[in-house]
């Protein structure tokens, strides 16, 4: 027990408290795996527009920058690439977690996102909100699901259980989503 402790706690994953029982910590996240909800931090240094990010507890790093029209370099996704992506990342792995709960087997996901951008509020300062105008989430997922209601509360209970797909919807963004159910 010994050793597992402090493997655990040279890899940040344990702490000893001083009655000398271990509190276990997601590597991911700066909260206990035993608590209902868990903070994620990330930091980022850079100059310009390019920026170098990481996230607490993780080896990762992502590089971002920016379109020339922002007065980037083009040398790394930009930040709305990843603002995109990350929207259907994230509707892949709640779909994921859905289909576990249903009891559902899943396949090979083919998600495509696009957004549109009115650029003027961001490049040139005009008045106007600088959200994303609209978002269309496509995604074709091979499912074992034969009965269509099945299916409509699979995508239902993706799209609300998505903390991306929420934030999007609750921002006031027109997002649209089709989802095609493909033969497993």
């Known amino acids: 027990m010994v050793f597992y402790t402090q493997t655990l706690r040279r890899q940040g994953l344990a702490t000893l408290r001083s009655s ?6 997601r590597p991911f996240s700066q909260s206990s795996r035993y608590l209902n ?3 994620v931090r990330v ?3 850079g100059r310009g527009v390019a920026q ?3 996230a607490d507890g993780h080896l990762h790093v992502i590089q971002t920058d920016a379109y020339k029209f922002f007065e980037g370099h083009e040398s790394a996704p930009t930040p709305l690439v990843y603002n995109l992506g990350s ?5 892949q792995v709640a779909g994921s977690l859905v289909a576990k709960s249903l009891g559902v087997k899943l396949g090979e996901w083919n998600v495509t996102v696009k957004g ?9 300062g005009k008045e106007g909100n600088g959200n994303w105008e609209s978002i269309e989430v496509d995604v074709r997922v091979q499912t074992d699901i034969e009965d269509e209601n099945v299916f409509s509360k699979f995508v239902s209970e993706t ?3 998505c903390p991306i ?3 999007f919807k609750q921002s006031g963004t027109g997002l649209k989503s089709n989802w095609v159910n493909e033969k497993l």
């Open 20 to 25: 000398s029982r271990i509190s276990f910590y």
């Open 37 to 39: 909800k868990f903070s």
């Open 43 to 45: 930091s980022g240094t």
């Open 52 to 54: 170098t990010i990481k």
């Open 87 to 91: 929207l259907g990342s994230c509707a």
């Open 116 to 124: 549109n951008l009115d650029t003027r509020v961001l490049a040139e």
């Open 159 to 161: 799209e609300r259980r």
């Open 165 to 167: 797909m929420q934030l």
